[in-house]
């Protein structure tokens, strides 16, 4: 840090720039440790230069755009550059939670900054309001948008997202080709470079919200994994014996005869033991149906059920038996006889099925 506080605040921020340009932009591998090593070195610069903006008070909160000169406005950027290469560490211990904490602070930093100074789109204002109406009323900080809405969203925000790109690729080569020409003058400079403040701010904007989204989404995947990690931690042998009053080391815990042999050198056995006809055991799992036999008889079964009262005895009355006619009683033969030809006429007039054809004819 001695060597930091030899540099002034410009080449702070201009060389942790610098970095992140170089991260981005290299085929190393996140987990390589050269490519740790320079997002180190890129936050100790940035939050040197966030020390140094503090300390100095170079923003205040009633300044509006215009009150900010050029080369003051690129410390805006702070932040977010911090925010990207927070974002970038790799912890070999796992501590993931709070790499996401401490870059989602500043990507949040970033944006409460860009909205003091009105530098934030309607749109974008827009989503970061509901973001922190979100967080304060202890509900999920996204806008609860239908599936079509998202996609138009995400799809806005990337054509945003390239034309702004495009914008500082136009402004970086203006830049470049006045500092090839002598004759430019200073004041057109300083424009081009305000104008590419001003673009990569808006790019930033929109990286920081989908930045801010995504950590959103990890930390509650990655809340989930510790809670089911502290949980294995708590169902593990390990964690159970530190629970448990530790057992006096002087006396060895019992091995119930698994430390000694089954036999001796003569063949006689030591401990008791069980023989198995393990050919016997396979060949019955090998040779037998694939279906459940059953185990008993279907009178055992009903025995069975009727001691359990599953089975009910008895019940109502049994219809009464129908009194034979008397053939002599010729009144009441030809009633039964009457009685069976409507019967008779009924069912020839109505056939069976007649009347359920659904108005079919």
Not at 110 to 124: A, G
Not at 241 to 249: A, I, S, T, V, Y
Not at 264 to 289: A, C, H, M, S, Y
Not at 323 to 352: C, G, Q, S, V
Request: glycine letters at 6%; proline letters at 5%; a negative charge.
């Amino acid at each position: 840090m001695a060597s930091l506080d030899n540099l002034s605040l410009g080449e702070l921020f201009t060389s942790g720039q610098a970095y992140l340009t170089e991260l981005e932009e290299t085929s190393l591998a996140s987990i390589d440790p050269v490519y740790q090593s320079k997002v180190h070195d890129g936050r100790s610069r940035l939050e040197r230069a966030s020390d140094l903006v503090r300390q100095l008070s170079i923003f205040s909160s009633n300044e509006i755009l215009d009150d900010i000169n050029t080369q003051d406005l690129r410390f805006l950027l702070i932040p977010v550059y911090l925010g990207e290469l927070t974002l970038k560490v790799i912890e070999p211990n796992g501590k993931r939670r709070s790499i996401l904490e401490t870059a989602k602070t500043h990507f949040d930093s970033f944006l409460s900054i860009c909205e003091e100074h009105q530098l934030m789109r309607d749109e974008d204002l827009r989503v970061f309001k509901h973001r922190q109406e979100g967080i304060g009323g202890n509900s999920t900080a996204s806008i609860r948008l239908n599936p079509a809405q998202q996609r138009q969203q995400k799809i806005d925000q990337y054509k945003r997202e390239k034309a702004a790109e495009n914008q500082l690729k136009e402004l970086r080569a203006q830049l470049n080709t006045n500092n090839d020409n002598d004759n430019d003058m200073n004041n057109d400079r300083d424009d081009v470079e305000r104008d590419w403040v001003l673009a990569a701010i808006q790019l930033y904007i929109i990286k920081a919200l989908q930045h801010l989204q995504g950590i959103d989404q990890e930390l509650v995947m990655v809340k989930e994994m510790e809670a089911m990690a502290e949980d294995r931690r708590r169902m593990s042998p390990s964690g159970q014996q530190q629970e448990e009053p530790q057992r006096d080391r002087r006396i060895p815990p019992p091995t119930w005869g698994h430390d000694k042999p089954l036999l001796n050198k003569q063949g006689r056995p030591l401990q008791p033991f069980v023989i198995t006809n393990k050919r016997q055991e396979l060949r019955d799992q090998v040779f037998r149906p694939g279906w459940s036999l059953p185990t008993m008889t279907i009178d055992e079964y009903l025995q069975q059920e009727e001691e359990r009262g599953n089975i009910i005895k008895g019940g109502g009355k049994s219809p009464p038996e129908k009194e034979e006619i008397d053939d002599n009683d010729y009144e009441a033969l030809d009633a039964d006889t009457m009685k069976k030809r409507e019967w008779d006429e009924f069912t020839e007039a109505n056939p069976k099925g007649w009347g359920n054809r659904g108005n079919k004819g």
